[in-house]
């Protein structure tokens, strides 16, 4: 039951970090097509989504 | 040797280390005090997880996160980031991810008490150090986005160095 519950949790954990990769894959391709790196308008809204998760996270 | 006795270890040999840092100006003493804290935070967690670990015999889910983490960049599907500020912005997406993934945990009841006063101060002691990464990245100072970069990537390291040790005894 423990190797079960484990392996759901790898999966949701799975999940989450594939989200975030395409996420941010898709931030780097859309630079990368325009010729130019990140902005910091860009680094600004990642770092606010952070904060929202962490804000969140901390208020349990 | 108990959590807080481990913890005292590890500020003094980050103190002795940071110091030497200090002096060649690598870094100042307000950011050694935060990196110290967000790496004694979080081996904290790992400590507490880890000898939770030992008595119930349960998966320390949260230590998978930073093997994700980590190979992360190793992943070919993947952009993999290049500049330092896509460095930075692969770091952000998976801190939101992992915050995100605890938050789930909190929400269904499987981090609470202990563990979760514990998580949410390693999660403010990592926010805080990329809060530094991001106006580094920003000033382009690379001797500093090196510093957090390695702060950052080496508490998560640590803590899965930790639970592979704690997988291959059982």
Partial sequence: MNTVLAVTELLNLLGAATAAADKMSALIRKANSENRDLTD???????????????????? | MDKSV??????????????????AGYITAEELSTAAGAIIALLGVA????????????????????????????????????????????????FAALVGYLDDLAERGKLKGDDLFNTQSAVVAVNNTLKLWKTAVQENDEAKIEQYRLTVIGALADMERIYTEVKQRK
């Fill in chain 1, 41 to 60: 308008e860009e680094l600004a809204s990642l770092r606010s989504d952070s904060q929202a998760a962490v804000d969140k996270f901390l208020s349990r």
């Fill in chain 2, 6 to 23: 481990f913890g005292g270890l590890v500020r003094h040999v980050l103190t002795i280390l940071g110091g030497g840092l200090i002096s």
């Fill in chain 2, 47 to 94: 400590w507490s997880v880890f000898t939770k670990v030992k008595g119930a015999k349960q998966l320390p889910a949260v230590f998978i996160v930073p093997v994700l983490c980590l190979g992360l960049s190793g992943c070919g599907h993947f952009e993999k980031p290049v500049t330092p500020k896509q460095k930075y912005a692969a770091a952000e997406t998976q």
